[in-house]
């Protein structure tokens, strides 16, 4: 069955510190992978899209990496600010048509304290 | 603002009762998504259309069912309401499906249900 497992669930930092999301997943194939954000109540906005050959994508302050040998991907964010506090969800796509290929995590609620 | 219009954004309603919760997809977009999320739970794909018609089911319900206008505009409408409808569920749009393409999805702002 196709799953996607981030971490941690929540996560509290300072802000201007860093920290690292974690995706692993078992699709497969595998396609794309995704990194969206969502605010709390709003619809989730795309920050990163890989495919499997690509290792690393930035998006400003975001860095999302891939490694499809071993099915794990993580996001990067650098001097977070106060903004940054949503939901951040990892979703993998297999290579067939139609959102039945899509697989999302649960996400990753990400609080910024000042 | 994502270009994807979904109305409206609130809806109370009793059990028993039957809701449409409407979505404009992004100008061009041929597939429309309908999403469901429950509190703290992660996005539910439910069903899609593709230029009118369905392309892919999800765990949608039975007393749930959609459908997509010629004009693309898309309605879910959901039936003998229960508690547990209470959620966000969000519309999303794209040229065409995805998966195999890396076509992005847009989302909408989302349609909040509560069943009282």
């Known amino acids: 069955k196709n799953q996607v497992e981030q971490s941690p669930q929540s996560l509290i930092i300072l802000e201007g510190k860093n920290c690292t999301l974690q995706c692993n997943y078992t699709v497969s194939p595998f396609s794309n992978l995704r990194w969206y954000k969502q605010d709390t109540g709003r619809g989730p906005v795309s920050l990163t899209i890989m495919t499997f050959s690509e290792n690393t994508k930035s998006n400003g302050r975001y860095t999302a990496t891939l490694d499809a040998d071993t099915k794990q991907s993580s996001l990067h964010i650098t001097a977070s600010q106060l903004s940054d506090s949503a939901s951040y969800i990892c979703?993998?796509?297999?290579?067939?048509?139609?959102?039945?290929?899509?697989?999302f995590g649960k996400g990753t609620h990400l609080i910024i304290q000042p | 603002d994502s270009g994807v219009t979904q109305t409206p954004k609130h809806l109370i309603t009793a059990t028993g009762q039957r809701v449409t919760l409407r979505c404009s997809p992004r100008s061009g977009d041929l597939s429309v998504y309908w999403y469901q999320q429950s509190l703290d739970q992660g996005l539910q794909f439910l069903i899609q259309y593709y230029n009118g018609e369905e392309r892919a089911k999800g765990n949608i319900l039975e007393r749930f069912s959609a459908q997509q206008f010629p004009d693309l505009h898309s309605e879910l409408n959901l039936s003998s309401l229960e508690l547990g409808d209470s959620a966000l569920y969000f519309c999303?749009?794209?040229?065409?499906?995805?998966?195999?393409?890396?076509?992005?999805?847009?989302f909408g702002q989302g349609t909040r249900l509560t069943v009282v």
């Open positions: 979703v993998v796509s297999a290579p067939r048509g139609g959102a039945d290929g899509l697989t």
């Open positions: 999303a749009s794209s040229v065409v499906g995805t998966g195999g393409m890396n076509t992005e999805a847009f």
